[in-house]
């Protein structure tokens, strides 16, 4: 029995050969994907956004293999180091995601669907039409009911059995009720909020100073960095990226360019102790490996607006964007 009503047709299901490269499938197409429900989610693996929905999205690609549904991932790279293969090969597999996966370095799926966001998801029916989309985190009971309907459609009984998730980690879902700050772009191409003294200095190297105070969801650079378009990069070791946000997560995607760099944070000037991310330990201590997202702080209790301090003691460090949750 369908739990909705029936849902428009919104197109055809695009094609999927503009995509670079294939893991865990054979290139796939709307033809060969014929009889089967679809589900296409585009990603980058280091967006807290797209990752708040991984368990979800695995769930349904495990429940209802049987029944019909192919889940299928496109990759769209937001920063360059996300189009390297087997860095994608390495988060996904971290991640426990074996569902098949377009690797879209060029773009050219993400235009062919007109896509704009990360995460969105598209819902195709047996017959290749594209019946349902959303773009965003969230929904998942609503998504569950359009894939459990077309598959019904379809032809199969799911039975009425639904998906049981229990997220944790960088998973968890971000706490709306007390999130107050917006996503911040390190890179100049997006930055806004930079509180340095004299502004940033377009891709030369540049010794910055702290503010006296950082006003809420401002931030601020101290140390010898050079601010490229899409990240800052610390040249000389010692360096600070510190900024006052109010959420219960603070996140920052980081990369190290000559090797792992060493960073203590600290919160509010003090180690976060029970507030400490999956990244650092209760004294703030951490190691940036690979370029991914980083949990610094999960703040327990009650919410407050509250400064994060992030010293680099090597050089090479790779600042990119603050997430929060």
């Given at each position: 029995m369908t739990t909705t009503a029936r849902l428009p047709v919104e197109g055809d299901l695009p094609g999927l050969g503009g995509a670079t490269s294939w893991l865990h499938s054979e290139p796939l197409s709307p033809a060969g994907l014929r009889g089967r429900v679809v589900v296409a989610q585009f990603c980058t693996f280091s967006c807290v956004n797209w990752l708040r929905t991984v368990p979800y999205v695995t769930a349904?690609?495990?429940?209802?293999?049987?029944?019909?549904?192919?889940?299928?991932?496109?990759?769209?790279?937001?920063?360059?180091?996300?189009?390297?293969?087997?860095?994608?090969?390495?988060a996904l597999a971290g991640l426990g995601i074996t569902y098949p996966v377009a690797l879209d370095n060029d773009f050219a799926v993400w235009e062919a669907f007109g896509n704009r966001y990360w995460p969105a998801l598209y819902f195709a029916d047996a017959e290749g039409r594209?019946?349902?989309?959303?773009?965003?985190?969230?929904?998942?009971?609503?998504?569950e009911t359009v894939i459990r309907d077309l598959l019904a459609e379809a032809g199969s009984v799911v039975g009425d059995q639904r998906v049981a998730v229990a997220p944790r980690g960088v998973s968890l879902p971000a706490d709306l009720d007390t999130l107050g700050s917006p996503e911040t772009y390190v890179g100049y191409a997006r930055a806004s909020g930079f509180a340095s003294p004299g502004g940033v200095r377009r891709d030369h190297s540049q010794v910055y100073a702290q503010p006296r105070r950082l006003g809420l969801d401002r931030w601020s650079l101290s140390g010898a960095w050079t601010v490229g378009p899409r990240h800052a990069t610390l040249d000389e070791p010692g360096g600070r990226l510190s900024h006052r946000g109010h959420a219960r997560d603070v996140n920052l995607v980081m990369g190290a360019r000559d090797g792992p760099v060493r960073v203590t944070v600290r919160l509010d000037g003090a180690p976060p102790g029970p507030a400490h991310g999956l990244d650092v330990d209760?004294?703030?201590?951490?190691?940036?490996?690979?370029?991914?997202?980083?949990?610094?702080?999960?703040q327990p209790g009650r919410i407050t607006s509250r400064t994060v301090d992030i010293t680099f003691d090597d050089a090479g460090a790779e600042a990119y964007v603050f997430t929060f949750g």
């Open positions: 349904w690609a495990d429940r209802y293999r049987d029944d019909g549904l192919v889940v299928v991932g496109i990759h769209s790279p937001e920063f360059p180091f996300e189009e390297d293969v087997g860095r994608v090969r390495q594209l019946r349902h989309h959303h773009f965003g985190e969230e929904d998942y009971e609503r998504s209760d004294g703030g201590r951490g190691t940036v490996t690979d370029a991914r997202l980083y949990q610094l702080i999960r």
